[in-house]
C-alpha cells in the first residue's frame, strides 16, 4: 500500500517549492500518495480556519508531511500557529536539521553534521509576564520528552552511520535545565556505540567555526538551537539550501527553514532546493531511504553542474531548476 505525503503549501511561496518537491519525490517513486491539503492564511481565505478540521484528518491519517511556512497574524485575537498546534497534536518533539554544502562554491567545506533538539511546543513550555520591573520567565521542561528526543536521535545516528555525539551546554546560564539535560544524554546513551561528550555551547560554536569537521551529531537544549542552527545554515550556504523536520514516533513533518517569503510569491525565482530536500527527509521517514538519496544526489549533481537559481548564482527560474533536477531524479531510476 503507499506511503500517504500530506502536502500543505503554506503561504507566498508554498505552492511554488511544493510542486517542486512533489515533482522529484514522484520522479524517484511510485509508493507514495500525495494528498494535498491547506494551512495558514491561504486556507483561511477559504475555509475560515488557518488550521481546518479536514487538515487535521488528513494529517493524522499521513505517513509524512511536507509543509512551507506561513505568514504570522499574531496580532489577532486567539491566534495560534496553525503549524506548530499540528505539530504538537501529532506529539512532534523532536527537531531534525543536516547541514552539508551541496557544492565546493557554496558553504564551508569539511560541514556534515546533524542537529537534533526537543520541540519547545511539545517537550515543555515557556511563558513570559510583563512585571513593573521588567519581564518575568517562566520555562518547563519534559524529562519523558527528552528522553524520547535523545531515543530518536540514536535511532536517526545510527541509520546515518554517524560515530560520535555532542550534547551542547550552558550551565552558568542554565544550571538546573541544562544538568538534567546532559545527565538523561548520558544515561540515553550509556549503552550505545558512539562516542559521547559534552561541551559548553560557546566553546563548541568556536570549534565548529575553526574546524567544520569536528561536528558529527550534535544534541542540544532549546535555548540554544535557533542560534546554532543559524550559524550551521550560514555555513552550509543558506536557509534556501537546507531543511527542517519535527518528528513523532511515527511520523514527520518537513520544511524548507526559510520563511513564506510573500515578496516573491509567484515570481518564479525563488529556490526550491530547501523544499526538494524536506522532501527526501520525509522519504526517509517512511522508509524509502535508497528514493531519499537519489533526490539528494540529483540536486547535487545540479549544483556541480552550475544548474542553479539566481540566488546562487545561476541563471534558472524556479520552475526551470525543478524541470531540471526532475530528469536527474528520472535517470536515476
Not at 543536516?98 to 517537550?123: A, E, M, R
Not at 515557556?126 to 536521535?153: H, P, Q
Request: net charge negative; glycine share 8%; hydrophobic share 40%.
Amino acid at each position: 500500500m503507499p506511503k500517504k505525503v500530506l502536502v500543505l503549501p503554506g503561504d507566498g511561496v508554498g505552492k511554488e517549492i511544493t510542486d517542486a518537491a512533489v515533482s522529484v519525490m514522484e520522479a524517484v517513486t511510485s509508493e507514495i500518495e500525495v494528498l494535498p491539503g491547506r494551512i495558514g492564511a491561504s486556507a483561511y481565505e477559504k475555509t475560515g480556519y488557518y488550521l481546518p478540521p479536514k487538515t487535521m484528518e488528513l494529517a493524522a491519517k499521513s505517513d509524512a508531511i511536507i509543509a512551507t511556512p506561513v505568514l504570522n497574524h499574531a496580532a489577532e485575537k486567539n491566534y495560534r500557529d496553525p503549524l506548530a498546534t499540528l505539530r504538537k497534536q501529532l506529539d512532534m518533539g523532536s527537531v531534525l536539521r543536516k547541514f552539508q554544502p551541496l557544492s565546493d562554491s557554496i558553504g564551508v567545506s569539511g560541514l556534515d553534521c546533524i542537529l537534533i533538539n526537543c520541540n519547545p511546543h511539545t517537550v515543555g513550555t515557556s511563558k513570559e509576564v510583563e512585571t513593573l520591573n521588567g519581564v518575568s520567565v517562566e520555562s518547563y521542561i519534559d524529562a519523558a520528552g527528552c528522553r524520547k528526543v535523545f531515543k530518536i536521535g540514536e535511532r536517526i545516528a545510527t541509520a546515518k552511520q554517524r560515530h560520535k555525539i555532542t550534547c551542547l551546554r550552558d550551565l552558568e546560564l542554565n544550571p538546573y535545565s541544562d544538568a538534567m539535560f546532559v545527565d538523561l544524554f548520558y544515561k540515553e546513551f550509556a549503552a550505545s556505540e558512539f562516542v559521547i561528550d559534552d561541551m559548553d555551547i560557546a566553546e563548541a560554536m568556536s570549534k565548529l567555526v575553526l574546524d567544520p569537521s569536528f561536528a558529527d551529531v550534535i544534541v542540544t537544549p532549546v535555548p540554544y538551537s535557533n542560534a546554532v542552527s543559524g550559524v550551521l545554515t550560514g555555513m552550509c550556504g543558506g536557509a534556501y539550501l537546507t531543511c527542517v523536520g519535527y518528528l513523532s514516533e511515527t511520523s514527520g513533518m518537513f520544511m524548507p527553514l526559510h520563511g513564506p517569503v510573500e515578496y516573491l510569491a509567484g515570481t518564479d525565482i525563488v529556490n526550491p532546493t530547501g523544499c526538494m530536500l524536506a522532501a527526501a527527509m520525509a522519504l526517509d521517514t517512511i522508509g524509502l531511504n535508497l528514493e531519499a538519496d537519489k533526490i539528494r544526489n540529483a540536486v547535487r549533481s545540479a549544483y556541480r553542474k552550475g544548474m542553479k537559481t539566481k540566488d546562487v548564482g545561476g541563471d534558472l527560474s524556479t520552475s526551470e531548476f525543478t524541470y531540471r533536477v526532475t530528469k536527474l531524479c528520472q535517470r536515476s531510476r
